[in-house]
């Protein structure tokens, strides 16, 4: 097949590549049992397996994870001499979230000006199907070995796939890995994510007194449990540019890949007009270089209900986002040292670590991401892109640890306007169709490179 009847190839395949989406968006495959029915995960998990089988994957089956999640796994056996790639995606979805702040029903696939909306449509159904319209595409005419995993838990973060991988890591053995669980710059730019933020998360109390009492007789000298936890919260930014300030971590670092516009990062991220943007530094440095705090949640009195009384205890969730080349674990330890002595008037500090996750950031000297690049610049007329993300995804530092000399590439349909995790989450159909060019170029690039 020549370049420009496997570009053609997958422009005939997007209607299908559309309705294929329209049956996967319309499961509501949100992995908390509090929220939605274990059904629905099993529901997508089956058509996931069906859909690869067909696709031509061998051995495409269901396999229980410690959290007890459902991964898809398969594989096709490579051509004598060939590389093997191993393909990832998760078929579960962030809830909803508020209904009411949906133009179109989550769960139905809705075309409104060019784009598809629906929860999971870009996070992360939409790269399920582009590597079935890669695959596809392709045919028999499959260069490589293949390994298929579909993860079941990602976004509830409870771990499943990683325990699965550490106890079984001949299933997951491949020369080249395709984290497909991201995305481009912007749409039209192809992009390679090559970095991602770790973190640390930590839930402090404060306690002052024995219990509430009434502000009326004795405020002014008893001791406010939420006023000492907001001036310990307080220090942990600047007071004039809003920069991460904790004691004990290099807060100055900055990005050397793909920049990050300003007023497109405040459009993206819904920035009030008037309202300036915190820290200092270019916007990627902010993103993907510096550690950066967010307080997640407090627990105290709420407004409506409250009494005229003084709060005896008081506690906060924080997170630090840590970037790479900045250790995890000595990360959580500065943020707990440093709101431990942050406390004022000798109120009492417990800290306990909700969890860690180290940063990762991939080599990108190999003939894999040759191999990309070449495809990328066919497909997108450009050079590949790096770019850096702030979320974690602790699969690649486990899979970095088990295959140390498999070449880890994080690429995807997911750019800006998406609104992942969001209401009205949507994607650029373009962008899974020009993804799935791109990967089946790759796959035949990367074989032809490392051929044996």
Not at 22 to 35: G, T
Not at 387 to 407: D, F, K, M, W
Request: with cysteine; proline share 7%; aromatic share 6%.
């Amino acid at each position: 097949m020549t370049m420009s009847e496997l570009a053609a190839k997958i422009a005939e395949l997007m209607p299908r590549a559309k309705a294929d989406l329209a049956e996967l968006v319309a499961v509501r495959s949100v992995a908390d049992p509090r929220q939605y029915p274990p059904e629905e995960c099993q529901r997508a998990a089956r058509w996931v397996a069906d859909a690869f089988t067909e696709a031509g994957l061998c051995d495409v089956h269901l396999a229980e994870t410690p959290d007890g999640s459902h991964a898809v796994i398969g594989h096709r056996p490579p051509p004598p001499g060939a590389p093997t790639v191993l393909l990832y995606c998760h078929y579960d979805v962030q809830p909803p979230l508020d209904d009411a702040a949906w133009t179109t029903p989550p769960f139905t696939l809705t075309e409104r000006d060019g784009r598809w909306y629906g929860r999971g449509t870009a996070d992360c159904k939409g790269n399920i199907v582009m590597h079935l319209t890669a695959l596809r595409a392709l045919g028999d005419d499959i260069p490589v070995g293949l390994k298929f995993v579909a993860e079941g838990s990602e976004e509830q973060g409870t771990g499943g796939l990683e325990a699965y991988v550490a106890q079984h890591p001949e299933q997951f053995l491949a020369d080249a890995l395709l984290v497909c669980d991201t995305g481009n710059a912007e749409v039209g730019t192809g992009t390679a994510t090559v970095t991602l933020r770790g973190l640390a998360n930590l839930v402090v109390t404060v306690d002052t007194l024995e219990g509430e009492v009434h502000s009326g007789m004795f405020g002014g000298p008893a001791p406010d449990a939420l006023a000492a936890l907001i001036q310990m919260l307080s220090t942990l930014r600047d007071p004039v540019s809003g920069a991460t300030t904790v004691d004990g971590l290099d807060c100055e670092g900055s990005w050397e890949g793909v920049g990050y516009d300003e007023t497109q990062f405040r459009k993206d991220a819904g920035v009030l007009d008037g309202v300036r943007l915190t820290g200092t530094g270019t916007v990627a440095d902010r993103l993907w270089a510096r550690p950066a705090v967010t307080v997640l949640g407090i627990d105290c009195p709420p407004v409506v209900g409250s009494a005229a009384a003084l709060p005896a205890t008081a506690r906060a969730r924080v997170s630090l986002r840590v970037p790479p080349g900045t250790d995890a674990q000595a990360a959580r330890a500065a943020l707990t040292g440093h709101l431990t002595q942050a406390a004022p008037w000798g109120a009492r500090v417990t800290v306990e670590t909700e969890g860690t996750g180290s940063a990762f950031r991939a080599a990108t000297d190999g003939p894999a991401y040759t191999a990309l690049g070449a495809a990328m610049r066919t497909v997108y007329g450009k050079p590949l892109a790096f770019l850096g993300q702030g979320g974690s995804i602790p699969l690649c530092n486990v899979l970095a640890a088990t295959y140390p000399r498999a070449e880890i590439i994080l690429m995807g349909v997911e750019e800006p306007r998406c609104l992942i995790h969001a209401p009205n989450e949507s994607v650029d159909p373009t962008e899974i169709e020009h993804m799935a060019h791109v990967e089946a170029l790759f796959l035949r690039e990367f074989a032809a490179s490392v051929r044996r």
